[in-house]
């Protein structure tokens, strides 16, 4: 079986591995050897609203410790969006090298204006479905027993 080699080919695989590369920092920020540059000091300057967490007292150490895993956890999410990032712009690249720049811009327009269509017959319908639901709850008689009963109980247990 043979391959064709083609430029538009190449730049998703370079896509592909250069998204992989930035996903591989998952693992090292995990291990510990990495940080993602500026979340430490965007978690600092928040903290810095809350005031010093003091390590000696429990609430103190459980703040800490969840400062950290937000940092942790805000961390993961930026190199998952630029992993993404940068494997969109590569498979943009290679369509764009595939068929031109206004080709592409022009699949990009009817991508869009068929996405607002879309979302156009989207509410529609949602629109239609919550007319729907008005029309069925006013036919249906509405039951206060329940809540009579949940209110008589809760009365009974707080005084």
Sequence with gaps: MTYIVS?????????????LAVLWQVVRLCQ?????PGV????????????PPDSTSFFGGITTWLWKAW????????IAYAANLIGNVGNA??????????QYR??????????RRAQ???????????RRQRQREALRPR????????????????L
């Design 7 to 19: 430029a538009p080919r190449i730049i998703r695989i370079a896509g592909s591995i250069a998204s």
């Design 32 to 36: 510990g050897s990495f940080q993602v």
């Design 40 to 51: 430490e000091e965007f978690t600092t300057s928040l903290s810095q609203f809350a005031g």
């Design 71 to 78: 940092s942790f956890l805000f961390s993961l999410v930026l």
């Design 93 to 102: 690249c290679a369509r764009i090298v595939e068929v031109g720049f206004d």
């Design 106 to 115: 022009a699949e990009v327009r009817e991508a869009e204006e068929q996405a």
């Design 120 to 130: 156009i017959l989207a509410d529609a319908r949602q629109r239609r479905y919550e």
């Design 143 to 158: 039951d206060t027993t329940n809540w009579l009963l949940v209110g008589t109980l809760l009365g009974l247990v707080l």
